[in-house]
């Protein structure tokens, strides 16, 4: 069989691959105020999610994102439409709040008064961004298996990377819990809406939650995680001198890189130079952690082009390539302009949903196991 035909068999992509995409279609996302771009990232992330996601927990919670999207938007409106900041001459008055008078402390925002439609446009697409960040993660944590991430890290990020994997997957399965509760009492012929219903919800999905923790706990332990071997005082001290002076390093490029008045050199050989310091901090802080690998993740051309089409479209949008970025945004009552080279950029992103093979069934259907009988 090719190595063509094998990557199109199915399996899980890569996950730092997804991630690597859905954090470049985020930073793209920060990068603009246009609502078409923007739009246009929510119609790839949708069709990523559509087409290559799995049957598994978390592969059911983009739903919720979105969700939670719309409610920042409505939440961004509805403070702008409270807390304004006043309004222009020319401002198009769409109705009026009563005004509650303020302190002279509290100079520069009302309680109340006129809502302008510019207003409620400008708070509309400012929760639009905002929400465009909230889906790209909800997108990475719907496509990429967050337990298969932490395979990938350095040993001497092992522990962190456990807390962070779990703090990741704590959304997706109370999304879960809620489900199943509520399959449950439908089962039951009780009810599933209402703020009664809510309260019968709640305790059992806690309860569950409670459950998961002691299980993973519990498994966590027996396969030997926070075990460490055995490690001198002298390379404990490296490591820490290492890690200790490249952070310092990387704080030194950063601040070389963000103040134009440091020379560039500083910048750049700070960042570079602290790089490689943290880098061997972690390689020789991994080698008191042994682990081993059952069935590693594979890293070929589907992985190669989901990455590469997502950082493509965060280096375009971020270096303003073809473009002008103050004209991203819409002006009083104006309908916004596409520019072809973004567009074109994100719409590369959309061949993430294609090039990344079919996700595996997650249990044997049906009709196959009867056959293999």
């Keep these: 069989m090719s190595s063509l035909a094998a990557a199109r068999l199915p399996r899980p992509l890569h996950p730092v691959a997804w991630w690597l995409w859905a ?3 985020a930073a793209a996302a920060s990068r603009t105020g246009n609502p078409l771009l923007l739009a246009l990232i929510f119609a790839v992330l949708g069709l990523a999610v559509t087409v290559r996601r ?32 006043g309004t222009g001459p020319d401002d198009h008055i769409l109705f009026t709040l009563p005004h509650l008078p303020t302190p002279d402390w509290y100079a520069g ?53 456990v807390a962070v994997t779990v703090a990741l997957t704590v959304a ?6 809620v489900q199943r509760v509520a399959r449950a009492r439908r089962l039951r012929a009780g009810r599933t809406k209402g703020l009664r219903a809510l309260r019968a919800i709640a305790l059992p999905v806690l309860h569950d939650a409670l459950d998961r923790s002691l299980r993973l706990a ?13 490690a001198t005082r002298a390379s404990r001290l490296a490591t820490g001198a290492l890690m200790l002076t490249g952070m310092t ?31 061997g901090g972690l390689i020789l802080g991994g080698r008191r952690v042994s682990r081993s690998r059952y069935r590693p993740d594979p890293w070929q051309w589907p992985e190669w082009t989901v990455a590469v089409g997502g950082l493509t479209t965060a280096v375009v949008l971020a270096a ?38 079919p996700p595996p069934p997650r249990h044997r259907p049906a009709v196959l196991a009867g056959a293999l009988r």
């Design 23 to 25: 954090l470049a279609l």
């Design 54 to 85: 799995g049957d598994a927990p978390w592969a059911r919670a983009f739903g919720y994102y979105l969700l939670l999207a719309l409610s920042v938007i409505v939440i961004r409106v509805l403070f702008r439409a409270v807390f304004a900041s």
């Design 109 to 161: 925002i009302q309680l109340g008064g006129p809502v302008s439609l510019e207003a409620v446009l400008s708070a509309a697409l400012d929760g639009l961004r905002l929400a465009c960040l909230l889906c790209c993660i909800g997108a990475a944590n719907t496509l990429a298996n967050p337990k298969r991430a932490l395979r990938v890290l350095p040993g001497a990020l092992y522990e962190l990377g």
């Design 172 to 177: 997706p399965q109370l999304v879960e819990s």
């Design 218 to 230: 519990a498994a966590m332990d027996s396969r030997g995680y926070g075990r460490t071997g055995p």
């Design 249 to 279: 390093g990387l704080c030194v490029g950063a601040y070389g890189l963000l103040d134009p008045t440091v020379p560039g050199g500083v910048g750049v050989g700070g960042f570079a130079v602290g790089a490689v310091l943290c880098t």
């Design 320 to 357: 303003a390539t073809g473009y002008d970025p103050a004209a991203l945004g819409t002006g009083p009552l104006r309908w916004p302009t596409l520019p072809v080279l973004p567009a074109a950029a994100i719409l590369l992103a959309a061949v993430a949903a294609l090039a990344a093979p």
